[in-house]
């Protein structure tokens, strides 16, 4: 699990990093589309290690026992409620709601990649 779990935290860093580069590309105009990514990267990655990996865990811990689709609803609706909380708890230091909205779709992506992983782990086993 830690493996899938650490595999996931990088690749979800990367995916939102470039996520957040195109934002910034679109939204701000930016031309310099991978010029800001290793600085945008070693921002996103403290937040992804230490709120989203525990997350994650948390999820896999409490709907361990539960059949593939309760599991997949649950496990959803856990990563975007404690993402929102984060968000929202971020955005006041931070002082600006975009940081949910990027927190939100961070939550989403780690959800996304966490069961893809488990899938093709699953079937290596």
Avoid: C
Avoid at 29 to 34: E, I, P, Q, S, V
Avoid at 50 to 69: E, H, Q
């Amino acid at each position: 699990m830690f493996l899938r779990k650490f595999l996931g935290f990088i690749i979800t860093t990367l995916l939102t990093g470039l996520f957040l580069n195109f934002y910034f590309a679109i939204m701000v105009g930016y031309d310099k589309l991978f010029a800001a990514l290793g600085v945008l990267l070693t921002g996103v990655a403290p937040f992804i290690l230490l709120m989203g990996l525990p997350v994650s865990i948390l999820s896999d811990l409490l709907t361990k026992n539960l059949n593939s689709k309760q599991r997949y609803k649950k496990a959803f609706l856990i990563h975007i409620i404690f993402g929102l909380i984060i968000g929202l708890v971020l955005s006041l230091f931070f002082e600006h709601l975009i940081i949910v909205v990027i927190t939100l779709i961070a939550t989403f992506i780690f959800w996304l990649v966490d069961e893809i992983l488990r899938k093709k782990f699953k079937g290596t086993k």
